[in-house]
């Protein structure tokens, strides 16, 4: 026989290991080591355990050997969770990471608009709901722990009875101190708690382990093999199948809402995930390890009703039977697989609903009060988690004061399904905000308040037994009288078996009121862009919403978050977020981007709702962009967005089109001018050609030719040669400018010089006259270009003027003008201009106006503009002048230093 | 090998149709276990010990064998989708 205090002295051994490994965790995450089993899919799995409580696994058997396979729904349900994975728990993993969700109401106030109220909705009823559950598992360490103090099969107790209030006190005692140790290691919660998840990954198996160990030992030791097990339980009060069908389906159905709505199920299912991968892997796994706890559950029941005596709890199966047939190490090993499941619950339900206690009560109570305003300076790091630390300890007191209140009476199963109605009312408001864009705030608390008031009413305060919470006329006549208030019997619907009864009746209420709310309110932008991420989570990740930030000054924003995160956190984030702006240096742009980003960051420690109303205090209030909306309105965003794109697309064809268009043109007109161009030039070239062939002919053929014919001819001969040179030596300077071969002889010199000796050589050249008109003044520029090559297309200009202006009095006006850096230099002549349609001509080569006189080969003002060109200037036809007007712009030189070189330019 | 020749897309495109109707299976695999699961609500509940009734040794094969079942699909889609689902998330 175990003796009481070896027994507690295994267990304090244990327990000390259970730190040790966790400590051991610790150390090797903050090294950055053990990843491969920290960050494993089987610790994510092993942890999702704790789903598997005390109640299963004492409970279980004792459901069994009272109500045969009922028991069975509570794995069910779960599983069927886990396997349709892909349904709902991807969504809340992706959104739990995506938004830094810290519990299920951060989650559920998160999607209502980060709505403070229904954070403090969902907390209070998170606490009442699962405060019977943690007096559960102390009343199961409790009760395990009696019966090795008095032995079911000992007559007589040599055992000491054990003072059951005493050893749930250290019991509860001593799970504060692990879950204040390891559970507030780190702020921020979603980084994860490594020795809690490693301890609870140990205790998982460690429970397993137990129950199989106890269940082979029944069917191979006890039953004698799996066959007379199976007859044997095929012969026992429980060989038939007796579920009621109701029952069966509200009892699964009960389960798989508790494992989403569970605070502790929501902490290790989503918060501590920390990567998506690891949910197709539990998504098997963990029905797995949910088939192996309840496998040996229904022969343990059977054997235990065979062999133990009547009247024995049928709760305490897994530990009397090995104990009245002397196997105490096996007992020993039960125990602990008990005591595993109770404490690790406990841990992770106080430190889930601890987290929730400290964001959404302590938290936004603290900043309404003078203590917080947030532009203090001051670490306030230390109040979270002294927030916290203590909401851990108020918690797990008072799961231990309603043990003591309750007396610790009444059946594990019925206390634990209980509790799943309770959290089972968050199902329709997490769902809806799941799935259901429409739903609202004033939905969600309607829905909220009218479920959980009908449960409190139809299945808390009834499980206190008639004249326990309510009084016995109330269950017979109904509150206050009314009939239709039965607490088992809602709008006279009696006859059903009382947890169908309080399901349906709170569940149904709850949705109707929830679908209803949303219906007929309205949600504030927040809340519909929030509605829309949750919603379409998949399609957007990032955040749209935005901060009007440019009221905050980033120094604020420094200074809390220091407050918050720490001050190397905080400084290490700031920096990230400047080098994401791409500045080098400094603090960041108070940019509605890294608002949020801070917003998040901040979540992760305090809760959305808190870290929103913190960077309210500072920012002023958020701003819903037009954009945003637009995210909101998600089919009409995607349309506009399509649309917007494809007005782009086609914006930029059409722009192609044109251009190609005129490329196309300018290619068609580039062809026809060269043909024209080696037609001219062989026109060109023949006229002078042919008159110099019938000239030397005369000259040879001709007798009788007097001297001064024979003189005038060859004179023709030779004024055709000297016009056939220039035709080629034009050509040829004109191919050399255009082939861009040309040398230009870069020098400073003045305006006024080079129109001097372009204007003397104009008229020297020429026989016509015109009369030049200028103004001296307005010449004194200083030019650095090829003074040469600008003289040549000034003489060119005015010999235009004198060949073409067909003026009685020609005359031809100067006018030079600075603009800015460039000075303009018109030519304009008093005759009738150029026709509209030859303007756009004249400067190409072989271009001649036609019904003009004159010898020229129309190649001078082709020449011009490939010397302008080439000066960085332009040349264009004044299409407004009076009569043919030209205009020269070229770049002017600064007026400074400017008389130094005008005696250099003149002596050029 | 042969599948690999230019001009015959016909293998990766039989690859992703066999992926998405792998997805199809991961969906609808809880509708399946949800079915099965509900199969007991039709088995009778004796009033009498001489009424028809389904034994328990019966009942814990067959809810079992689903189970396992549904475990054993489970494992083979997560084998045969988890690395596609992966890489679409990273896309």
Known sequence: MVSLNQLIAVCLLYVVGLFAVAFAAERAAVKGRGDWLLRSPLVYTLSLSIYCTGWTFYGAVGYAARSGLEYVTIYLGPSLVMIGWWWLLRRLVRIGRSHRVTSVADLISSRYGKSNLLAILVTVMAVIGVTPYIALQLQSVTLSLSIFAAPPNLTGGAGDPINTAQAAFWVAVGLGLFTVLFGTRNLNVNERHHGVVIAIAVEAIVKLLALIAVGIFVVWGLAGGVTEAMAQIDRSDIGTWQVDGGRWATLTLLAAAALICLPRMFQVLVVENDDERH???????????????????????????????????????????????????????????????????????????????????????????????????????????????????????????????????????????????????????????????????????????????????TMLLPSFGPDGALSAQTFEQGLWGLAWLRPEAMFGVSGLDPTVHAVVWSLSLNTLAFIFGSLVSFPSPVERLQGAQF?????????????????????????????????????????????????????????????????????????????????????????????????????????????????????????????LRSANDKLTQLSHQKDSFLSQISHELRTPMTSIRSFSEILRDAEALSPEEKTRYASIIHSETIRLTRLLDDLLGLSVLENGAVTLNRQKGALRGVLDLAVTTAQAANTRTIKIIRNPADEDVMLETDLDRLAQVFINLITNAQKYCVSDTPELGINVMLQGDQVAIDFIDNGSGIEVASRALIFEKFARVPGQGGEGAGLGLAICREIITRLQGNITYLPDAQGTGFRVTLPAVPRSGASDNIDAAASA | MTTNRPGSPLFLARRSYRFRRLMDAVRLLPVLALAFWLVPLLWPVPDQASDPAVTTSHALRYIFGVWLGMIVLGVFLWRRTARQIARENQS
Request: hydrophobic fraction near 50%.
């Open chain 1, 535 to 659: 919603v379409n989570i998949f399609d957007h990740s990032s955040p749209t919403r935005g901060w009007t930030a440019s009221e905050a000054g980033t120094e604020d924003l420094m200074i809390m978050a220091q407050r918050i995160l720490g001050p190397v956190e905080a400084q290490a984030f700031f920096r990230a977020q400047a080098q994401l702006q791409e500045k080098a240096e400094g603090l960041p742009e108070p940019t509605p981007r890294f608002v949020q980003a801070l917003e998040r960051e901040l979540a992760a420690s305090v809760g959305a709702a808190t870290a929103h109303a913190m960077v309210a205090q500072l920012v002023g209030g958020t701003s819903v962009s037009v954009r945003d909306l637009l995210a909101v309105a998600d089919e009409s965003a995607q349309m506009l967005e399509y649309s917007s794109q494809l007005e782009i697309k086609s914006r930029e064809l059409s722009d192609t089109a044109e251009k």
């Open chain 1, 279 to 457: 949910l197709q892997i539990a998504s098997w796994a963990f029905p797995l390890y949910l088939m192996m706890m309840s496998l040996f559950v229904v022969p343990i029941a059977v054997v235990g009703l065979d062999l133990l005596p009547e009247g024995s709890n049928p709760d305490l199966f897994v530990l009397s039977l090995p104990l009245s047939q002397g196997q105490n190490n096996l007992a020993m090993l039960a125990f602990l697989g008990g005591f595993s499941s109770a404490t690790s619950m406990v841990i992770v339900a106080t430190l889930a609903l601890s987290t929730m206690v400290s964001n959404h009560i302590v938290m936004p109570i603290w900043l309404a009060f003078g203590q917080g305003t947030v532009q203090q300076s001051g670490d306030v790091r230390h109040v979270v988690i002294l927030s916290r630390r203590l909401s851990i300890l108020f918690i797990i007191a008072l799961g231990y004061f309603y043990y003591r209140a309750s007396g610790g009476s009444g059946a594990l199963a019925a206390i634990g399904t209980i509790s799943f109605g309770g959290v089972a009312q968050f199902l329709p408001v997490l769902l809806g905000g799941v799935f259901w864009r429409g739903a609202t705030r004033t939905g969600a608390v309607f829905g909220l308040c009218i479920g959980f008031s009908v449960w409190v009413f």
